[in-house]
């Protein structure tokens, strides 16, 4: 698995200002893999900070979320008191590691929560097959386009503070784009999943602060501003923004859902 660094100031960046889930995703999800808080264990890859883990946390007798990276386990760990929460240490290209410790069939789900497009996915899709049960499946979750791609006025303005910032537009679309979504929708059918999508969509207004954090945490600690400078970068997105306020956001998630 191939990461930018999610360590360091970063991590507490994503745990502070990246969006969690509604309630209706995790209802969608325990829905569609028929999840049981009395048997089912659900394993969320590339978990971060634990947005989603947590709001699976109510439809799992047990939640397990992996990251490669410990910072980001760190932060889930403080933001979390859930007791049927686990944090492991791990990429996507260790999940096959697993099978000899949760033994074959076991788990109900494995949730991919923004973080595909780091992966490998053909060869995570088939890693996880052994591991689920009848019923059960991967989940890929996207929630929302990036800050800096969105069809608004205000986004094109955060798009442009960016790129004169980091020398060149922004362009990572993180598993987003109609072609990222037909591409993992087409392995999940080679690898012999059933696949299905659902959506929920809900609206949200943003500050400038909650704008410029999200910008923070899609960025490497090399990246990022030193801490003097982010009031003037702060200053640069406000005075962009001035003219688009408020600054509403619609949000479409995407759930797309390959079943065992």
Do not use: K
């Not at 960046?13 to 999840?35: H, I």
């Not at 709001?55 to 007798?61: I, K, M, Q, S, V």
Request: glycine fraction near 8%; hydrophobic fraction near 45%.
């Amino acid at each position: 698995m191939t990461t930018p660094a999610f360590g360091g100031e970063v991590s507490d960046f994503y745990q502070r200002f990246r969006r969690g889930y509604p309630a209706e995703v995790a209802d969608e999800l325990a829905a569609a893999f028929a999840l049981s808080q009395v048997q089912d264990v659900v394993l969320d890859l590339g978990c971060g900070t634990g947005q989603l883990t947590r709001a699976l946390a109510p439809h799992a007798r047990a939640v397990l979320g992996m990251d490669p990276e410990p910072a980001m386990l760190d932060q889930a760990r403080r933001a979390t008191s859930l007791p049927n929460i686990s944090w492991l240490l791990g990429a996507d290209t260790e999940v096959s590691a697993l099978l000899p410790i949760i033994g074959h069939g076991r788990l109900a789900a494995v949730t991919v929560a923004q973080a595909l497009h780091w992966m490998d996915h053909e060869r995570l899709f088939a890693a996880a097959r052994p591991l689920l049960r009848p019923g059960g499946g991967i989940a890929v979750v996207t929630n929302g386009v990036p800050l800096w791609l969105q069809d608004t006025a205000w986004s094109a303005a955060v798009r442009d503070v960016v790129a004169a910032y980091l020398g060149t537009p922004p362009h990572r679309t993180c598993g987003t784009d109609e072609a990222s979504q037909q591409r993992y929708a087409t392995a999940l059918a080679a690898a012999g999943y059933a696949v299905d999508q659902r959506v929920v969509e809900y609206a949200t207004t943003l500050t400038v602060e909650e704008i410029v954090g999200g910008v923070f945490s899609a960025m490497s600690p090399e990246q990022l501003p030193a801490p003097d400078a982010r009031p003037a970068f702060t200053a640069r997105v406000r005075t962009a923004l001035a003219p688009h306020g408020p600054l509403r956001e619609a949000v479409r998630v995407r759930i797309l859902l390959g079943t065992r």
